[in-house]
Structure formats: C-alpha cells, structure tokens
C-alpha cells in the first residue's frame, strides 16, 4: 500500500496544503522548524490517531483556529481512504475518523488501517528506557496487525481499572470485597489471551530481528527480546488462582501487583547478557533500527502488505553503508520511503527520489 495523496486544513503550520508522493522514496527537505515533522505526524495520526508527540489536538489545531482536517488517499489496500477531523471548543475536544466516507467508533475499525512504521532518533528508548516504552512499542504493534488484540487490550485496560477501583474502596467499604471474585474471572480471561498473542507475536519478530541486527550491524551477536510475562501461567483458569492468591497483597497495596501491565520485554546479546549492559549508543541505534525493519516483515507476512515507512531525520546519524543498507533493506521490500531531512546531500546516493521542499508554510515539488 502506498499514500499518493494527503490533504491538510489548519494543521499545525500548513493551512490548506495537498501533498503527492511516489509509490516509492519520497524525500521532504526543508530548515529546521519549517514544518517536514508535520507532514510525518499527518500520516502518523491517520493511522494510529494520536500523535507521536507527547501533546493534545490543540496544540496540533492551528494556532488560533477551532479545528484540524487531514485526509489520507491510498492506493493497493483494502481501503482508499482515511479522514481524520479534531475540533476543540470550550476546552471539550471531538475527534471524528471516517473511513471511505463512513465514521468510524471503534477503535479497532481504524487503528493501524494503514501500515504505518516509524524511525525517529530517539528510538533507542525502546532499548534503553523504562520498561513501559517497550512494552507500548509491541503493544502498538501487535495492535496494527491483529484486531482482536486490540480489543483485548481496551477491555483489559477496563477491568483492570475497575479492579484497582475495588481495591482503593475496600479499607472503607469492607464488603465490597466480593465484588474481586467477577472482576479477577473477567481480568483473568482477558490476562490469559493478551500474554498468548504477546508471546505469539514476539517469536515471529525475533525470528527477523536476529538476523536484521547481525547483518546492519556486522557482529557476530545473538541480540534476541524475550517477553518475561509477570504471570506464572498461560491458561484463564491457572491465572485467576494466581490472581487470588495474591489478593492480600493487592488489597495491600490498592492496586493490581501483577498482571500483562506489569510485563516486561527484555533485550538481551550473547550468553544472555542484558544487551544495555555493553552496547554502545550506536549498536543500541542499529538494534533499534533492525525492530523497526522487523516490523514491517512481521506487519507483511501477517497482513501480506507492504508499509508507509516514515524516517525522521535517522539517516544523517549512520554511516554511509549502513545508510545504504537501512534504505535498500525497504526499497528491495517495494515499501513507501518518506524521508525527512535538512539538506537532501542526505540521500544523494539514491538514484531515483521525488522531492518535496518545505518553504514559508508550503510544500513544493522539486
Ligand atoms: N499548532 C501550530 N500552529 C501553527 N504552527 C505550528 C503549530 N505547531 C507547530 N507549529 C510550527 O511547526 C514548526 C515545527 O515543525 P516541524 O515539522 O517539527 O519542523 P521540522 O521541519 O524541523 O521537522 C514550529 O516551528 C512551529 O512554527
Ligand atoms: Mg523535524
């Protein structure tokens, strides 16, 4: 699949701005601040409807008007295409997607409709930051590709709310206690299904992350994620006894101890050392790198199409072959490329790109 048109009101810098690419390396130039994120955080939204960036619907609406529209046109998917429409009005926020003309409620009829993969430079974060950041990476992930996982992870999010609420109330309403036994079957069901689809999900990424990170990287090194579930077991039955087990200390505590939000994905090298522990920000780059290549082949071999792949500003932090390497590895996959960057001497070595230049709120083509 492949963006070939994409049409922006009141986002951010651009006004009305309608933006064309290519089916294959797109390249967006432009100074510093003059708006080529933008256009990647358009894409971004259309396909996981939030931004990448840590911020409300305001702050993308235009400054000073009431509302944003983005429209995303694709060709070679089951769909052509995605609009997005926020508005804001007296501090209350409406956000609308309609696919091929018709709205859209449920989250899993439109999150990840398009493959959308993302390279940005703080990517090492999912290596090297707290545990939630990985855990969110393959949550997003297993959520474009499976829908039912996605629904699991909603209801999951539900209940486990519910329950956290039950347990803060009991030390003042003591009998409420029993209302635990519904919610634990509930929280164990759904524990059950989401920590299968995790493991599911993480054989087939390290099956290509191993050899993706060996060949960008050129070492020798067995760099495999293991997903280290905090639940003992696998099956609905098995978990809600564990869960019962621990419910003095939960009620303890007032809140859920253990369970698929305490999870953990661990990236470790040879001989099963904690791969933060000895690489360098650079092999750290290049790991984190290899995931994003692995999930656009998880993302084909699941849904048998290609992906939008974004690339903020990644390629000026490598050397010139792995530059290379990174671009043919989605190129040789008939992915789309859409590259930003300050100066297009970035990408000099591709032989065929169109470009697209950011200038006074505008994009031109080259
Ligand atoms: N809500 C907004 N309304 C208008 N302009 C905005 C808004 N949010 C950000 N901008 C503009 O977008 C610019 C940043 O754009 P960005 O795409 O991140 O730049 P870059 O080309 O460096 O990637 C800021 O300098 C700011 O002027
Ligand atoms: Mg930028």
Excluded at 302 to 314: E, G, P, R, T, Y
């Amino acid at each position: 699949m492949f963006i070939y048109r994409l049409l922006l009101k009141t986002f951010r810098n651009y006004v009305n701005e309608t933006i064309s690419f290519s089916p294959g390396i797109n390249v967006i130039s432009g100074s510093n601040g003059s708006g080529k994120t933008n256009i990647l955080e358009a894409i971004y939204i259309a396909s996981h409807i939030k931004s990448f960036r840590n911020c409300t619907d305001k702050d993308i609406i235009q400054w000073g008007k009431q509302d944003y529209y983005i429209s995303v046109h694709v060709e070679n998917a089951d769909i052509s295409t995605i609009e997005v429409g926020a508005s804001v009005t007296n501090q209350q926020s409406e956000k609308k997607v309609k696919i091929d003309g018709k709205e859209k409620k449920k989250i899993s009829d439109f999150y990840g409709r398009i493959n959308v993969v993302t390279f940005f430079p703080d990517d090492t974060t999912i290596i090297s930051g707290a545990p939630d950041i990985i855990r969110r990476y393959f949550d997003r992930l297993i959520s474009k590709v499976d829908k039912e996982y996605i629904e699991l992870l909603t209801s999951f999010r539900k209940i486990l709310k519910n329950r956290n609420q039950v347990l803060k109330d009991i030390p003042h309403k003591r009998d409420i206690i029993k209302q635990l036994d519904i919610w634990d079957s509930m929280y164990s069901d759904c524990a059950s299904a989401l920590v299968m689809k995790r493991k599911h999900y993480i054989e087939h990424f390290n099956i290509y992350f191993k050899e993706l990170y060996k060949e960008l990287s050129g070492f020798n090194d067995n760099v495999i994620i293991h997903y280290c579930p905090s639940l003992h077991n696998n099956d609905a039955v098995d978990i809600k006894h564990e869960v019962s087990k621990r419910r003095n200390i939960d009620v303890k505590m007032g809140t859920t101890t253990i369970g698929p939000h305490r999870d953990v994905y661990v990236v470790n090298g040879n001989e099963n050392i904690a791969f933060k522990s000895y690489a360098s920000t650079g092999q750290r780059r290049l790991a984190s790198i290899a995931m994003k290549l692995a999930e656009v082949n998880v993302i084909y071999e699941v849904k048998k199409s290609k992906s939008i792949v974004l690339l903020d500003d990644v390629l000026s932090e490598l050397d010139d072959d792995r530059r290379k390497s990174v671009l043919q590895k989605l190129i040789d996959g008939s992915n789309q490329v859409i590259i930003t960057c300050a100066s297009s001497n970035d990408v000099n070595f591709v032989d065929n790109y169109k470009h697209l230049k950011v200038v006074n709120n505008r994009v031109l083509e080259k």
